[in-house]
C-alpha cells in the first residue's frame, strides 16, 4: 500500500470512531432526558414572585402558613368588626402606627385593607394627587404589610419600589409598592390577593388611591365580590357608604363595579372565606 493511501485510511478511521462517539454520547443523553422527563421541555419561565424577603421560605413545620391563624391576628390587632369603620380618619389621625395613611378600613381580614394616602396632613404637607408618604410605606412594612399598590399612577415614579423595615416581630421584612389600575389591572391585583390567601405573600395588601373613597373602593368592592360572594346591590351600597358622603357623579366607577365578573381561577375554600370574609 502506497504511504499516502494509509495516512488517508488512518485519518478516516479516526474521523469514524470520533462520530460515533458522538453518536453515543447523543445518544446516552436521549436517555438520560428521557429517564428524567425532560424530552421536548422548555425552560420553564420566571414568574414574578410578589412575596418579599422575610418569608421566601415556606415553612411546612408547626408554623406553617395558615390563613385561619393569619386573620384571627389582623382582627385581633385592628379590631375591625365591619367595613365602614375606620383606624385612620379622613385627616390620618387615629392609630398611630398606621401615621401615612388615610381612612384605613379592613376589606378582608389579614389579606387586604383600603384607604388614601396622607399627603395633605403631613407636618409638611404635599399635593394630595400623590402615592404614599415614605412615613406611610415605612409603618406599613412595620405593621407586616407584604404589598402596598397605587391605584393611579401620578407620580409614581417618585415612590420607592419597596421599603425594609424591622416588623412587629422585630424581623428583617421587605414591604413591595406596585402600581396596577383599579378599573383596568383589577386581575393583577385580585392575583395578590389570591396569592396572600393562599400562603405566597407574607403579609397583608393595603390598596389606596389618594382619598381612600373611589377607586380603592372599586377593587375593594371586587374583591369582596371575587372571594365573599357579595351581589351587586350589596356592593354598590358598600362603595357608596364608604366614600364618606362623596358619591355623586361616579356612575362610571359604580358601573364597572356592578359589571364585574369573579375570576373561576381565584376560588377559594369554604374554610378560607369564613376566615377572612367581613359579616358587612
Known amino acids: 500500500m502506497k504511504t499516502g493511501y ?8 479516526a474521523a469514524v470512531t470520533q462520530l460515533t462517539g458522538c453518536m453515543e454520547a447523543a445518544l446516552m443523553k436521549g436517555v438520560q432526558d428521557a ?20 418569608g421566601s421560605t415556606p415553612d411546612t413545620g408547626a408554623n406553617a402558613f395558615s390563613i385561619q391563624r393569619e386573620a384571627q391576628k389582623y382582627k385581633d390587632r385592628y379590631e375591625l368588626s365591619d367595613t365602614f369603620a375606620k383606624l385612620t380618619d379622613n385627616r390620618g389621625d387615629g392609630v398611630d402606627e398606621l401615621w401615612g395613611t388615610r381612612n384605613f378600613r379592613v376589606v378582608l381580614h389579614g389579606v387586604m385593607y383600603r384607604g388614601g394616602a396622607n399627603n395633605k396632613y403631613l407636618s409638611t404637607p ?28 401620578e407620580n409614581y415614579e417618585t415612590a420607592p419600589r419597596s421599603v425594609s423595615c424591622q416588623n412587629t416581630s422585630h424581623q428583617s421584612h421587605t414591604m413591595q409598592y406596585k402600581q396596577y389600575a383599579a378599573a383596568g389591572e383589577n386581575e393583577a391585583i385580585l392575583q395578590m390577593v389570591y396569592n396572600r390567601i393562599k400562603g405566597k405573600m407574607n403579609g397583608p395588601i393595603y390598596a389606596h388611591c389618594w382619598n381612600g373613597w373611589h377607586s380603592s373602593g372599586l377593587i375593594s368592592g371586587m374583591a369582596l365580590k371575587q372571594f365573599c360572594g357579595w351581589s351587586n346591590e350589596k356592593v354598590d351600597a358598600y362603595w357608596v357608604k364608604n366614600t364618606d358622603g362623596n358619591s355623586s357623579g361616579f356612575t362610571t366607577i359604580r358601573n364597572r363595579l356592578k359589571s364585574f365578573k369573579p375570576y373561576v381561577k381565584f376560588s377559594i375554600t369554604a374554610a378560607e ?8
Open 6 to 13: 494509509f495516512k488517508t485510511a488512518i485519518i478516516l478511521f
Open 35 to 54: 429517564a428524567s422527563g425532560n424530552v421536548g421541555q422548555e425552560e420553564p419561565n420566571q414568574i414574578p414572585d410578589d412575596s418579599n424577603s422575610s
Open 126 to 153: 404635599r399635593n394630595n394627587v400623590n402615592p404614599l408618604p415614605t412615613v406611610g410605606l415605612n409603618n406599613l412594612c412595620k405593621e407586616d404589610f407584604g404589598a402596598s399598590v397605587y391605584l393611579y399612577s
Open 273 to 280: 372565606r369564613a376566615a377572612i370574609c367581613p359579616t358587612n
